[in-house]
């Protein structure tokens, strides 16, 4: 069964803009020094008005215990919560936010690791780059943006980085492109990569990085994937104490659960924050979702999104 997650009410101590019309926020416990431990690519949900949660990656050095850091870039096409922090937080504000999450974590290694970010995907990268700067491990940060004065934490990461270890890619400075087939074209021995950033990005990241090895490409996506739009079909969800409940075609196996009493938690409600993750049993699930490992899929699902053919075993 779903177990309520920590939700604390953190003020903002510094609220900056920064190019791209990016907010960067800290956010402290108005009583407690120091905050639940985070590592690198970990995020939090940001609880806003009208029972509306957004997920945001920690950015700050994760050595440091007193404070949270997010970047929120304002999406004017987007469902309203990044302008809402846009047109709404200050300092002194409180907001409420989980303790962190990780589906974006570092593995452990010793080989060289690729970094790259695409616009604001630098976020969950920045604080990778910073714990492996820190345990003086090989690494490369490569950040593709459209142009220097659109840059968000730019200063933050020519300030805190080693500069040997970091290449700024802008679109309208032709000496500084880098084709990102030719950067994922030979991969070192035991090398990583790890990449995040909008969908255009994603897609061209993705194909570079088909010859690599099977787990050691990772990335994180703050859009759900697309599918070939085939017509769900109803399905069957068997619960741990063997109740059954019935799936439609033209409803979400969290819809239905929720219907059924399962106090399922959810957030993103389309496949890319992880919130709903629950055990898998038995069954022939059908994976929609951009946070499971093909090694996780084999025994978590995602209900918000995924689906299943016939009977499926859910551990609730």
Known sequence: MASPRIIMKLTVTAARKEPGDVLVIDLKHPRKPVLPAFEAGSHVDVHLPEGKVRQYSLCGDPTELGRYTIAVKRENDGRGGSAWIHETIAVGSTLPVSAPRNHFALKPGE?????????????????????????????????????????????????????????????????????????LANRSDDAQTYYCGPPGFMAVVGRAAQHWPEGTVHFETFQPPEFDGA????FVIELAEGRVVEVSAETTALAALRAAGVPLMA????????????????????????????EARGHRFIPCVSRATGVLKLDL
């Open 231 to 234: 017509p769900p079909e109803p």
């Open 267 to 294: 957030s993103c409600e389309n496949g890319v924050c992880g919130t709903c993750e629950c055990a898998m049993l038995a069954g022939q699930p059908i994976h929609r979702d951009a946070v499971l490992s093909k």
């Open 111 to 183: 080989g060289p690791t690729l970094l790259l970010a695409g616009g604001i995907g630098i976020t969950p990268i920045l604080a990778m780059a910073r714990a492996l700067a820190r345990q003086a491990k090989p690494f490369e940060l490569h950040y593709f943006t459209r142009g220097r004065a659109l840059t968000p934490l730019l200063e933050v990461i020519e300030d805190d980085l080693p500069g040997g270890n970091v290449r700024i890619h802008f679109d309208d400075e032709p000496q500084t492109r880098q084709n990102i087939a030719a950067l």
